[in-house]
């Protein structure tokens, strides 16, 4: 599992409560239930975290941790993530 992969799970865990092993295929809105307001709180964060801004087009359409991983990625290619303190 990827640095990337693992702090998008400790994310979405921090935000939803759920458990930081479930697949990384699983669609999280459809299989997994997570609700629109935390899809706006998991954009925000992912957003401060990594220190990019996230296209709308490429969150929608990244439903999966897998997704949202390979996304992340991309975006923080040439500018890797920052270290991450608590506020």
């Not at 935000?15 to 609700?35: C, F, K, M, R």
């Not at 290619?77 to 303190?85: A, D, G, K, N, V």
């Amino acid at each position: 599992m990827s640095t990337v992969e693992q702090r998008i799970r400790e994310i979405i865990t921090n935000i939803t409560g759920l458990q930081s092993d479930i697949p990384g295929d699983a669609n999280l809105y459809l299989d997994l239930g997570v609700a629109s307001v935390y899809a706006l709180q998991l954009l925000s964060e992912l957003e401060r975290q990594f220190g990019v801004s996230i296209p709308d087009d490429d969150f929608v359409d990244a439903t999966s941790i897998g997704e949202l991983t390979a996304v992340m990625e991309r975006l923080t290619r040439h500018s890797p993530p920052r270290e991450y303190t608590s506020a």
